[in-house]
């Protein structure tokens, strides 16, 4: 199955607001509120921050939100601080044997 | 808490086969599904494929089927991705993780394993 679409890079100053886009299908995205978003430091695994399209895991700052519409969901980080500099995955369940399809990843940089 | 830890890292030569082990803790290792999921260098996150603990039962994505393995011993709480015929394009951190439902996804992933294909 193809991998959902984000752009390549994202960039913001300290304080604003920026938001990826994950966009997918009529069989994934378009279909379920399954949609989950990871933060990934260099070297790092990759951490959950937004599940159920919209809910944050305990911990996870509430200036990182998510929503969806249509075929395309997305993740805003709003206060935009220098460790928000890492990549960014988005994931969606879909209607297939191995019901699981990641997003192409988003590099954010903190200017 | 939740963990996920990984055995080493490793350095194979083309044609060999890697088999990377991943030890759960903190939580009923056969509750969940554990997902594999791989990385190359500066590249993105690929999926491999997925294996039930609780039945063995294995999906691989279809880029992998025929090389991949999935198995798991249960009395380790320890979850094993074997593949094979390597090749330079393998050179990757391999990771597992945990996979809580259809609502949440993958919750917790291990620190990863740095495979590394070279002659």
């Known amino acids: 199955q193809s991998a959902l679409t984000q752009p390549a890079s994202v960039s913001g100053s300290p304080g604003q607001s920026i938001t990826i886009s994950c966009t997918g299908t009529?069989?994934?995205?378009?279909?379920?509120?399954?949609v989950s978003w990871y933060q990934q430091h260099p070297d790092k695994a990759p951490e959950l921050l937004i599940y159920?399209?919209?809910n944050r895991p305990s911990g996870v700052s509430n200036r990182f939100s998510g929503s969806k519409s249509g075929n395309t969901a997305s993740l805003t980080i709003s206060g935009l601080q220098t460790e928000d500099e890492a990549d960014y995955y988005c994931?969606?369940?879909?209607?297939?044997?191995?019901?699981?399809?990641f997003g192409t990843g988003t590099k954010v940089s903190v200017l | 808490q939740v963990q996920l830890v990984h055995s080493g890292a490793e350095v194979k030569k083309p044609g060999a086969s890697v088999k990377v082990s991943c030890k759960a803790s903190?939580?009923?290792?056969?509750?969940?599904?554990i997902y594999w999921v791989r990385q190359a260098p500066g590249q993105g996150l690929e999926l491999m494929g997925r294996?039930?603990?609780?039945?063995?039962?294995?999906d691989y994505a279809q880029k992998f089927q025929g090389r991949v393995t999935m198995t798991r011993d249960t009395s380790i709480s320890t979850a094993f991705m074997e593949l094979s015929r390597l090749n330079s394009d393998d050179t990757a951190v391999y990771y597992c993780?945990?996979?809580?439902?259809?609502?949440?996804?993958?919750?917790?992933w291990g620190q990863g394993t740095l495979v590394t294909v070279s002659s």
């Open positions: 159920e399209v919209s």
């Open positions: 294996i039930d603990p609780t039945t063995g039962g294995t």
């Open positions: 993780a945990r996979y809580y439902d259809v609502l949440t996804g993958i919750d917790y």
């Open positions: 994931t969606s369940y879909t209607n297939n044997v191995l019901p699981y399809v």
């Open positions: 903190g939580y009923k290792f056969t509750a969940f599904y």
């Open positions: 009529s069989s994934d995205v378009g279909a379920y509120d399954y």
